[in-house]
């Protein structure tokens, strides 16, 4: 059924419900426009605060504005946050790589966990294929930028994303939604919550993303950037006594999808295969390869843009992803302090499979399988004075991956005779933390924070080939590495009025060392790499202003990454290699203002200004080429990142326009000549009206149809690779709510 018709079916079948119901109830009345701005709760300092009252640059979306920004995904509200980006090499779907203020995670072997932490209700998630889950059910979503070392440790160097779902609630509601899209988008959601008994809540949510893929495979036909997912999540609240309270979290996923095709790039000039082409003329597909058979970039996709792609995978382009996790937090209450336990599973197996030349000849196929586990406990002692705020705690994390490297995945003649390399990969990690935090008041506009924590781990890892064919011929590495670190926070608040908060801190992070985990060449290329470490300054201003009407905050920050991680590609050797490579130091500027104008006009805006730059001696093969690394910029670091959202309400509608605009910027760390994005500009709009229990909101996305690229690498001495970014998609989205 083709999105037009589809849409008109629901819409048909939405008017003779309303009309049903209009011979029911009493006229609505007209949907009331906000006075003031909406003040969103969070719990970045492990208690319940209003965010203008949190000294840490933290942007914070109440459910109700993901709605009505219309943001879909998790990945989407990068979008909205200043100096947040993202790369995605195997598409939004599978493995998306977030970015805060220029760090992020370079190597996409499931060995690896980020540096930007993904947490949701309080529980880390340590695979980065976690960042790609469906966003559904939510409370809110806190994105803290800089280092949160403090309070939820290992790995957020760089900052954190932290998802809250909806817990049950005293008394019954439901909402139900039906979503009707482009390429055939058809997305269900639901949830239902409510008392079971005195003591006992129930809520229980669901969500099922369904589409046929905005690519085409230029060699069979076949879609490629399909949905077929499926989230579920059920929580279940149990009062024993007015001071125990329980609350049990049961959730997963499934996800069986054809993934987002790599764009061929060849970098020779086809009148000349001696000479390369220029950049303009490689990204725009013009330019040819040394792989047999290949054609241009142009000519293997069957066009040129977001929907024509080219891959010759006999098993196909795929990503299979199904997870299981459940929780129970449980928490005492006493007079003067409160204990908190938080106790978790997570689980997660994974398939993927890739065309890493993207061309239709069968060359080089990739397939990665992941099966792991992690278990945390947390237990956390807080309270507060008069004067003071305190919490401490200790932490346990145990994580277990048992990984398979294979390439490629035919029995292909031209492909090496069948599977020509294959490894194996086991890696445990165990950690152990004791933390801590008081937040002083010192005088009546003066308060000072002081926090640390302090972490133990071991990591094991052991990588063969098995006996099995090998493109670097036998392997076996085994290695264990022990560290541990201190990570800490010092920071001093003045609050001059209660609409007003200056404050200055000096804060710290790290990120665990750890082994590669794929195209391990040698022991070098194996690691280990030792931890990296994180130290920033910052200085801010919070303030609400015409009379609740506006809001204002403003960072400014410096950072020095030591001992930074990274893999590079070695194109001559086919070598995935990793290392501490070097410092990198980062400094810039954020703001970010909401503004009521008038009754029935919203603004809503965000600026970043960053400047990176990377400390290195090392010098690498891209290419062909030898390139170093000293003075590069990060990649996926704009100079300046800017979004604007203008929203109108009349009577029972909201129109909204919003614009994003990201600068040019590197997407590898080699800075290398072929692997650069122009700047580029993201255009959405959406109607929606509302009217009692019903809301129906119809929405463009990449309103413009912008092309441009969220990740590019070179993979051979005379080509390259690039993911494109979706284009131009349109829905109608209908929701009712019980109440």
Not at 34 to 53: F, G, L, N, W, Y
């Amino acid at each position: 059924m083709s999105f037009i018709a589809a849409a008109s079916v629901a819409a048909a079948s939405y008017a003779s419900t309303t009309a049903a119901q209009d011979q029911q109830d009493p006229p609505q009345e007209p949907r009331k426009t906000p006075r003031a701005i909406e003040e969103v709760m969070v719990t970045a300092q492990k208690r319940s605060e209003s965010a203008q009252d949190v000294a840490i640059a933290i942007s914070a979306f109440s459910g109700e504005d993901l709605e009505n920004m219309g943001v879909e995904a998790g990945i989407e509200i990068t979008q909205r946050v200043p100096n947040m980006n993202y790369f995605a090499i195997f598409g939004e779907a599978s493995s998306p790589s977030m970015t805060l203020r220029g760090i992020g995670l370079s190597n996409f072997a499931d060995t690896w966990e980020a540096p930007v932490g993904l947490y949701v209700d309080e529980v880390y998630r340590g695979n980065p294929a976690g960042s790609g889950m469906q966003l559904f059910d939510v409370e809110r979503v806190e994105v803290l930028r800089g280092p949160q070392g403090t309070l939820f440790g290992r790995n957020t160097s760089a900052g954190l994303v932290h998802h809250i779902t909806n817990d049950p609630t005293e008394s019954f509601e439901a909402d139900a939604s039906v979503q009707l899209g482009s390429y055939n988008q058809r997305i269900f959601e639901g949830a239902v919550s409510g008392p079971l008994s005195d003591s006992v809540r129930g809520r229980f949510a669901v969500k099922k993303n369904d589409s046929d893929g905005w690519q085409t495979n230029g060699v069979d036909g076949q879609d490629l950037g399909t949905t077929d997912t499926l989230g579920y999540r059920g929580k279940l609240a149990i009062d024993f006594t007015d001071r125990v309270n329980l609350l049990l979290d049961v959730h997963g996923s499934e996800a069986d999808q054809q993934t987002v095709g790599f764009v061929h790039m060849g970098y020779l000039d086809p009148a000349d295969t001696t000479t390369f082409c220029s950049v303009s003329r490689i990204q725009n597909g013009e330019c040819i390869s040394s792989i047999d058979g290949a054609g241009t970039g142009r000519e293997e996709a069957g066009g040129w843009g977001p929907k024509h792609v080219s891959s010759g995978a006999a098993g196909g382009i795929k990503t299979e992803i199904e997870t299981f996790g459940a929780s129970a937090k449980l928490v005492i209450s006493a007079d003067n302090f409160d204990i908190t336990s938080i106790t978790a599973l997570e689980q997660m197996d994974k398939l993927l499979e890739d065309d890493f030349d993207a061309t239709a000849v069968v060359w080089f196929d990739e397939q990665y399988k992941a099966d792991t586990e992690q278990f945390s406990q947390e237990l956390r002692i807080s309270g507060a004075t008069d004067t003071m705020d305190w919490v401490s705690g200790l932490y346990y994390f145990k994580d277990d991956r048992d990984l398979i490297t294979q390439a490629p995945t035919t029995t292909d003649a031209d492909n090496f005779g069948g599977y020509w390399h294959n490894e194996y990969m086991d890696q445990d990690t165990e950690s152990y933390a004791i933390f801590g935090q008081i937040d002083k008041i010192l005088t009546q506009t003066l308060s000072l924070t002081i926090g640390g924590r302090y972490t133990w781990e071991e990591k094991s890892a052991e990588l063969s080939n098995r006996g099995e064919p090998s493109y670097y011929g036998d392997q076996y590495f085994n290695d264990t590495i022990n560290e541990e670190g201190f990570s800490g926070r010092l920071g001093l608040d003045y609050t001059p009025s209660d609409n007003t908060l200056y404050y200055v801190s000096l804060s710290s992070g790290l990120k665990s060392g750890g082994f590669n985990g794929s195209y391990v060449g040698s022991q070098g290329a194996f690691g280990p790499v030792e931890k990296e470490t994180m130290t920033s300054v910052e200085a801010g201003y919070k303030a609400t202003l015409a009379g609740g009407r506006a809001r204002l905050n403003l960072a400014a920050f410096a950072y020095e990454l030591e001992d930074f991680q990274a893999q590079l590609w070695d194109s001559s050797t086919g070598s995935a290699d990793i290392s501490n490579l070097g410092d990198v130091s980062g400094r810039g500027i954020e703001a970010e203002l909401t503004y009521l104008i008038t009754d029935n006009f919203e603004v809503i805006s965000s600026v970043g200004l960053l400047d990176t730059e990377i400390d290195s001696d090392l010098i690498t093969n891209v290419g062909g080429q030898e390139i170093a690394i000293d003075g590069n910029e990060m990649p996926s670091a704009p100079g300046i990142s800017a979004n604007l959202v203008a929203r109108y309400y009349l009577n029972n509608w909201t129109l909204q326009a919003d614009y994003t605009w990201v600068d040019d910027h590197e997407l590898q760390l080699e800075n290398d000549p072929w692997s650069k994005q122009d700047a580029y500009g993201i255009t959405n709009a959406q109607v929606s009206w509302s009217s009692g229990a019903w809301t129906v909101t119809g929405a463009v996305k990449n309103l413009l149809d912008e092309e441009y690229f969220t990740y590019q690498n070179t993979g051979g001495d005379d080509w390259g690779y690039a993911v494109w970014g979706a284009p131009q998609t349109a829905y109608v989205k209908f929701n009712y709510s019980f109440y």
